[in-house]
């Protein structure tokens, strides 16, 4: 049949952050293709599927991925092809029970992934449909209409995304008006332009981290890329908290040593209800929205109080503790960790259970944030037909770099496709 798998090619490609990666080409029998390359996190939380690398010091560091895409070309394309692309569920099963561990790291789910959203595009490419229509028709999603995500865009970035800025990993703007796709990606990127001059005007270096966000030296406290972003917005002729929000990733599981988050930058060791604390005052203080990965990973006591404290103000997301892992999405939602999720597709390896994932936070009110990754994007965008599909709240990518800025320019090409949707 012409929907059938006729092959499946891998090959190692390079990520924005000059690390490996992989990209899955798969063919049908009608000639249709899919392709898909997928990304690679710098601050990856410990409970994340398991990224496949060579660990071969004399090839990039260690950090090839050959063995995963000889997993791909050997073990899961002889494995799948025959079998037809529209069974997207069928085929992720397939290759969970071809790796067998827990955590897919028999295979890696680099190559699992790979795989699974390249099928996802060949199979929308055979019907004749955008990506974001045909992940809804494949998973038979019951949702209404399409109302398309607002950016989160990174403004400035620290923690492990950039040397010597802030502690905290991200400081971003979040559109909030009831505004186009279009208008508010024009939003955030004025703001973007013009905190490069208020940086510049105050004597800072405007050089970029990871996510194309800026990742000044010599900021005096964490909390100092608030004050500036504001400055921003409000010079960009936007009204803070009214027409833009402050969204938070400070990503603590990275700061958190010896039972306390460390933050180096000001000589403090901080306890959970310590750093809740600081959380609240800038919350009071500052026209902040959304608080995602305001606890470390497994610090599941302290994450009820923390919503509990600020749940009714901001989103408070999970990311590092959720992991796109319906298991521990289900775990947090029992226990009221939070009220929204980040997800990234890599976080988990499937197209499958990352819409599973989706599907169970929608279905208990949970806010979804469709994420790029920090340390290696790549040119792909399906996670932004993802966003769309599921109705996500936010995409969060960066503002600058061709990795970053695809995704955007993505976001405004379905706006052409579908009309304006409001939030
Ligand atoms: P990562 O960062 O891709 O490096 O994990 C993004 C995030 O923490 O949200
Ligand atoms: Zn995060």
Not at 381 to 398: C, H, P, R, W
Request: charged share 25%; proline share 3%.
């Amino acid at each position: 049949m012409k929907e059938t798998l006729k092959s499946v090619k891998a090959r190692e490609i390079l990520s924005s952050g000059s690390t490996p990666s992989i990209e899955a080409r798969v063919t049908l029998e009608s000639g249709a293709r899919g392709v898909f390359s997928v990304p690679y996190g710098a601050s990856a939380g410990v409970h994340e599927a398991f990224i496949l690398l060579d660990n071969d010091k004399k090839r990039f560091l260690g950090k090839g991925m050959l063995k995963a895409v000889e997993n791909i070309n050997n073990k899961i394309a002889p494995t799948l092809i025959g079998m037809s692309a529209f069974k997207q569920k069928e085929i992720d099963q397939k290759m969970i029970e071809l790796d067998g561990s827990e955590n897919k790291k028999k295979l890696g789910a680099n190559a699992i992934l790979a795989v699974s959203v390249a099928v996802a595009r060949a199979a929308a490419n055979e019907k004749k449909m955008p990506l974001y229509e045909y992940i809804r028709e494949a998973f038979n999603l019951q949702i209404e209409d399409y109302r398309l995500p607002n950016p989160m865009m990174v403004m400035i970035e620290g923690g492990k995304h950039a040397d010597q800025s802030t502690d905290f990993q991200e400081y971003s703007v979040s559109p909030i008006g009831n505004k186009s796709a279009k208008e508010n990606v024009r939003c955030g990127i004025e703001i973007y332009l013009t905190l490069k001059k208020v940086l510049k005007e105050k004597g800072f270096s405007v050089n970029v981290g990871n996510e194309g966000a800026f990742a000044p030296n010599g900021l005096e406290s964490n909390e100092a890329p608030i004050s500036l972003i504001i400055e921003a917005i409000e010079k960009a002729g936007y009204k803070a908290g009214e027409e833009v929000g402050i969204s938070l990733d400070p990503a603590v599981s990275e700061i958190f040593e010896n039972g306390k988050y460390q933050l180096k930058k000001e000589g403090k060791s901080l306890s959970s209800a310590q750093l809740i604390e600081l959380f609240n005052e800038w919350i009071a203080k500052y026209p902040i929205i959304t608080l995602e990965d305001g606890l470390h990973e497994d610090d599941w006591d302290n994450w009820p109080k923390l919503n509990a404290a600020l749940g009714e103000k901001v989103a408070i997301i999970t990311d590092d503790l959720t992991v796109t892992n319906l298991k521990r999405l289900k775990k947090a939602i029992e226990t009221k960790c939070g009220n929204a999720i980040l997800i990234k597709l890599n976080q988990i390896g499937t197209l499958t259970e990352t819409i599973e994932t989706c599907m169970l936070a929608r279905e208990n009110n949970w806010m979804t944030v469709i994420s790029h990754r920090g340390g290696g994007e790549t040119n792909d965008t399906s996670m932004v037909d993802l966003a769309v599909a599921v109705n996500s709240g936010f995409i969060k990518v960066g503002p600058s770099r061709g990795e970053r800025v695809c995704k955007y320019n993505r976001l405004m090409e379905i706006e052409e496709e579908i009309g304006v949707k409001r939030l």
